[in-house]
């Protein structure tokens, strides 16, 4: 079955960074949009950074524009989120999440398969 397994998360100062990662199983890895998405206590969930299969395509939240980078490395079946310059409201789970049958980069989809999220925390 489809497996995604989040790692990297923990606690960091208010403009430190933090990288992500997200391991596969399960599925044919190149041929899916993949993202990051993550859950404040109280709020909606929201995507973070989405690619796409091939990697040449990325979409991310406004928040997180020129903060964050999403990348992937099919013959490892994982994807990454570098998060540089975090801030507080950063803080949340944050959950991998892979959607078949979509090769794109939009983050604006029912993704399929949801990892078990990982917790990042911002705070001094």
């Known amino acids: 079955q489809v497996q995604l397994v989040a790692s990297g998360g923990g606690l960091v100062q208010p403009g430190g960074s933090l990288r992500l990662s997200c391991a596969a199983s399960?599925?044919?890895?190149?041929?899916?949009?993949i993202g990051w998405f993550r859950q404040a206590p109280g709020k909606e969930r929201e995507g973070v950074a989405c690619i796409s299969s091939s990697g040449g395509s990325t979409d991310y939240a406004d928040s997180v524009k020129g903060r964050f980078a999403i990348s992937r490395d099919n013959a490892k079946n994982t994807v990454y989120l570098q998060m540089n310059s975090l801030k507080p409201e950063d803080t949340a789970v944050y959950y991998c999440?892979?959607?078949?049958?979509?090769?794109?980069?939009?983050?604006?989809?029912?993704?399929?398969?949801w990892g078990q999220g990982t917790q990042v925390t911002v705070s001094s």
């Open positions: 999440a892979v959607e078949i049958n979509y090769a794109g980069s939009s983050c604006k989809r029912t993704y399929d398969y």
């Open positions: 399960g599925i044919t890895f190149d041929y899916y949009a």
